[in-house]
């Protein structure tokens, strides 16, 4: 069985001379002849929109930093780049995120995943689009944000990789796996089609999200870093800590399985073994994964009638035109002086509206019985 090692840091805030010590310090422990002799690096962090580091739904500048510091003092040739979601403009997410400003400092290559050539990887009968230029760096640093998640309960370093998959077409995927089981082996083929070009990830939860995530939830300062060469080990023990057990992230335990990991045979460090975050808010996205696992196939259907959640415009909507302009379905559209509608007889609840609203004002409206989560 493999041992995987995590890494775990307990950083307060974002003083760029401790992230880089702790940074150091993770990327010391990566055995990969490629640390040394690939020239080129890229960092893929987290870019879900158009959103402020401080609201804590992006991975955080300084974190960035500190990693482009770290390979500039090592003469390697270093890019930096995401797919965001929905149809804001990739320089406006860049430079709401804190990014281009670090493209302004340092001499990094900002690359925009959904206008470069991509290639179409298979696993297991699933074809998934991704980016070129995965393929074209030596070494690939995956920058996650510790979050929860409507979808998928946790989002850490595995989900991230999404970002790799090119402009709408994430959509598209989203329309063709609207459930968490379809969506979940959805991205556990994705992980196991570029995992070999993944050289470390990192979790940034210095400050992450707790509740409604992944970007309506509340922002919460965990203090905490994570890092390590595998991918499911550190997505299993930074949820651990959340708050999650396994069963409750459905993609953890294929992804663990194709990696032949045993939780109990991950390395974390010592003072970490029993470390858990007891007031971490899950329970909303929790709820929701354990009530839809358990539902019997000949039973689903009929459950649906009673048990059901839609997205709904709020009052907080400034018509900005995102969600009209994102929905893979086209199930949302624009109304004579009022707020976009959300069609429900159309809506495939993969839940892009709510992910990319920058107003918070896509609310998930639940029934009775989904409000108890039975």
């Not at 990693?67 to 040739?77: G, M, N, S, V, W």
């Amino acid at each position: 069985m493999h041992r995987p090692t995590v890494q775990i840091r307990k950083i307060d805030n974002y003083h760029l001379p401790e992230v880089e010590e702790a940074v150091a310090n993770f990327f010391s422990s990566i055995k990969s002849p490629k640390m040394h002799k690939a020239k080129r690096v890229l960092i893929k962090p987290n870019a879900l929109g158009a959103y402020a580091p401080e609201r804590a739904i992006t991975t955080h500048p300084i974190v960035l930093e500190a990693i482009i510091r770290y390979f500039l003092k090592r003469d390697k040739e270093i890019w930096i780049g995401d797919s965001p979601g929905g149809s804001v403009a990739f320089d406006k997410v860049w430079q709401t995120c804190g990014f281009a400003s670090l493209a302004d400092k340092y001499p990094v290559k900002v690359v925009n995943f959904s206008t470069t050539n991509f290639r179409t990887l298979s696993y297991q009968n699933l074809q998934i689009k991704v980016s070129e230029a995965l393929f074209q760096c030596g070494i690939v640093i995956n920058v996650g944000k510790y979050k929860t998640h409507q979808l998928t309960s946790f989002t850490g370093a595995l989900k991230n990789l999404y970002g790799f998959v090119p402009g709408l077409i994430k959509s598209e995927y989203h329309r063709a796996n609207p459930d968490t089981t379809s969506f979940a082996n959805l991205l556990v083929a994705l992980y196991a089609s570029i995992r070999n070009r993944i050289t470390y990830s990192i979790i940034d939860g210095i400050t992450g999200m707790d509740g409604n995530g992944p970007s309506a939830g509340k922002p919460r300062d965990f203090g905490l870093l994570f890092g390590s060469t595998s991918i499911p080990a550190l997505d299993y023990t930074a949820s651990r800590i959340m708050g999650f057990r396994l069963k409750d992230v459905p993609y953890l335990s294929p992804a663990l399985h194709l990696e032949g990991i045993l939780p109990s045979h991950i390395d974390i460090p010592i003072s970490f073994r029993n470390y858990q975050l007891t007031d971490a808010d899950i329970k909303t996205v929790r709820l929701t994964q354990k009530t839809l696992k358990y539902v019997p196939g000949i039973a689903r259907k009929a459950f649906r009638k009673v048990y059901y959640f839609y997205p709904e415009v709020s009052d907080r909507c400034r018509r900005c035109g995102i969600c009209v302009n994102s929905c893979p379905v086209k199930a949302i559209s624009w109304q004579k002086n009022a707020n976009p509608y959300i069609h429900r007889e159309q809506c495939i609840k993969c839940l892009c509206c709510h992910e990319l609203c920058p107003y918070q004002a896509i609310d998930i409206k639940k029934s009775f019985i989904a409000k108890l989560g039975i």
